[in-house]
């Protein structure tokens, strides 16, 4: 309860505090990228729960002759890469806060697609709200294998508290201002996750 009144009390300061700047981000973002402004996707929550997620918009809509999208890498433009090296792409998760989906600090959410591919141990990442920040986010960030993505948000699983979140919060703002652990091994797209050694062997192995 006291986690979730401090996501509450944070989220809506910040918020109102940001506003000026993210309605700035959101003409830019519409200026330099089209519209929609703003990227939603289904990410899986509390429980593998699934809830939209809202960030800013980073990439173009470029298609093919065939009308299907580029690669990721293609329509990633400069100003999209400033948007997430700073994390300011981030900031309309503060509404996910708000509305309860997500935390300040967890474990971050990925794809729908990826709930089959985790081990056991990995799939309890899901026992808490994810957060906009976490304990994998500063401690390696992108540069960490998945398997060290997980295992630290495992971790954070069994060692949270209201201490641990503000120390994660003030390292992530560390972080940030440094650009610390953006890409991942200088790539800007992070490589998607096909599955642990450990999910494949229990697989063959039931």
Known sequence: MLKRLFDIGVAAV?????????????ALVRYKLGAPVLFSQE???????PFRMFKFRTMLDTRDIAGELLPSDRRL???GKTLRATSLD???????????????????????EYLPLYSPGQYRRHEVRPGIT????????????????????????????MWLDIKILLL??????ARDGISARSHEITPRFSGSCDARSSERNP
């Open 14 to 26: 910040l918020l109102t505090v940001l506003s000026p700047l993210m309605l700035a981000i959101a």
């Open 43 to 49: 990410r899986p929550g509390l429980l593998g729960r």
């Open 77 to 79: 433009t400069r100003f």
């Open 90 to 112: 981030e900031l309309p998760e503060l509404w996910n806060v708000l509305k309860g989906e997500m935390s300040l600090v967890g474990p971050r959410p990925l794809l729908m």
């Open 134 to 161: 976490g304990w994998a986010q500063v401690n390696g960030r992108n540069r960490l294998s998945w398997e060290e993505k997980f295992r630290l948000d495992v971790w954070y699983v069994e060692h949270h508290s």
């Open 172 to 177: 992530t703002v560390a972080k940030v201002l």
